[in-house]
Nanobody, 127 residues
Framework: QVQLAESGGGLVRAGESLRLSCAAS????????VGWFRQAPGKEREFVSA???????YYAEFAKGRFTISRDNGKKMVYLQMESLKREDTAVYFC?????????????????????WGQGTQVTVSS
């Protein structure tokens, strides 16, 4: 059983940066595809970014050029570096994972494909 825990959220001003961390425990981390999703008040949860077990990265359109996902298998960590934050980035950010033995990541943006979820970390961007 895999447990995921997010950290790094907080209150920042527009234009500033923030790095979110997702710590994994249990399971085999090297087999874990990991994604980041977010949910703003009154809105549905949406895909932000994902990284495969072989470190292929995927981004939502709004994240391209501003967000960078990475992983450290030795530390069992996945990071989401967010630059040039905007007010509309305000949301609870969730880390999600799915174990796999294949090298591809078929549907990184599909929430239903993930088995494990963290509790979320709040990111608030003020003007």
């Amino acid at each position: 059983q895999v447990q995921l825990a997010e950290s790094g959220g907080g209150l920042v001003r527009a234009g500033e940066s923030l790095r979110l961390s997702c710590a994994a425990s249990g399971g085999t981390f090297s087999r874990l595809n990991v994604g980041w999703f977010r949910q703003a008040p009154g809105k549905e949860r949406e895909f932000v970014s994902a990284i495969s077990r072989t470190s292929n990265a995927y981004y939502a359109e709004f994240a391209k050029g501003r967000f960078t996902i990475s992983r450290d298998n030795g530390k069992k960590m996945v990071y989401l570096q967010m630059e040039s934050l905007k007010r509309e980035d305000t949301a609870v950010y969730f880390c999600a994972g799915v174990s796999t033995i294949i090298t591809g990541f078929i549907r990184p943006a599909s929430m239903n494909d993930y088995n494990y979820w963290g509790q979320g970390t709040q990111v608030t961007v003020s003007s």
